[in-house]
């Protein structure tokens, strides 16, 4: 195995959604797992590779169902929104998004997707960098994932080749009938596509959307085992608290789960402050939205957060020099 030491797993708000829909009670599975629910709140929490895989041991047992890594893979909200997922769903066939998901799980994490592109096959396999071990439940719910995915991408029933798995669960009959082949005894969690299937067109298939999520999920490859500043927290958090309006100090101390005084000390001692990131934020975000899209100022204007649609028009005028409309045609004549 690898001698790089393990990164941490980030566990979120979504392991609310993701246990609230299998029935479980969250503070019954991370006390089962010796881990506090508090984890979750805010911005949620990193945790080593033994309490994550102790998380998955008390799911599996909790539930007492052998079929539950079908729910888990299946589990499917607008509210578990990820750019790498978006981006995989984005792609033209399967193996260009496990390509992408591979190379994203294989730098920010501990998990790896291997993919195996061959003449006749495509093998996708899924492991832990530092361990042989992986927890049934994660490692079937993993195939399940894969499999659902390409299936919804191209709304076609594909069936897998050859399904490998490291220790066969109860239900195997279960997760044979889903798949659509028996599960095989192996030393990894493994899926294998005919070239056809892997190949197979995505409906979902979207360029503009990837060049989108791309630049995204390059800084987030390029941050990679270098735990983020708070201040890249902070403008993550932005992201996703603008277009609702909240764009208060408070609101992003309360996302992120820390007091006020404490994220703008902290801020502070990163070299940054609360307001310039706030206005960088919104700078690179209307840069984006103006290049690659046909939405008004005054659409931009709301989706930064803006009260006033002047107010972007000012901004705008202090980091470029320029109106939004003549930034625009210049940036699309230029370009």
Request: charged residues 25%.
């Amino acid at each position: 195995m690898p001698n790089q030491r393990p990164k941490p797993v980030h566990v979120g708000s979504a392991w609310r959604l993701i246990l609230r829909d299998l029935g479980l009670d969250e503070t019954v599975i991370f006390r089962r797992a010796g881990l506090s629910p508090r984890l979750l709140d805010g911005a949620g929490s990193h945790i080593s590779i033994e309490s994550f895989y102790a998380l998955y041991g008390a799911i599996e047992a909790e539930s007492g169902d052998s079929s539950i890594a079908l729910k888990v893979g299946n589990i499917v909200s607008i509210e578990l929104f990820d750019p790498a997922l978006f981006a995989a769903l984005c792609s033209p066939d399967m193996n260009t998004a496990s390509t992408r998901l591979g190379q994203f799980k294989r730098l920010v994490g501990s998990f790896s997707l291997d993919v195996d592109i061959g003449a006749d096959t495509t093998t996708i396999g899924y492991r832990c960098k530092h361990r042989p071990d992986i927890p049934m439940l994660l490692g079937l719910g993993e195939l399940v994932f894969l499999v659902a995915f390409m299936r919804r991408a191209t709304r076609h029933e594909i069936k897998p080749l050859r399904i490998t798995v490291q220790r066969l669960p109860e239900a195997a009959d279960a997760y044979a009938e889903f798949f659509g082949t028996p599960l095989q005894s192996g030393s990894a969690y493994t899926i294998t596509l005919a070239a056809k299937d892997a190949s197979r067109p995505f409906l979902t298939h979207n360029v503009r959307m990837w060049e989108a999520f791309e630049p995204t999920l390059r800084r987030r490859m390029d941050e990679a085992g270098e735990q983020a500043l708070l201040s890249q927290r902070v403008q993550e958090a932005l992201f996703e608290l603008l277009p609702s309006g909240r764009t208060q100090l408070k609101d992003v101390a309360k996302e992120l789960g820390i007091g006020t005084r404490t994220l703008q000390r902290r801020l502070a001692a990163e070299g940054t402050t609360w307001l310039a990131i706030l206005n960088h934020t919104r700078e690179r975000l209307a840069r984006h939205y103006l290049l690659t899209s046909n939405m008004s100022p005054v659409e931009v204007s709301f989706l930064l957060g803006f009260e006033d649609p002047n107010s972007l028009f000012r901004a705008f005028q202090r980091w470029t020099g320029t109106t939004p409309e003549s930034w625009r045609a210049d940036a699309k004549t230029t370009g």
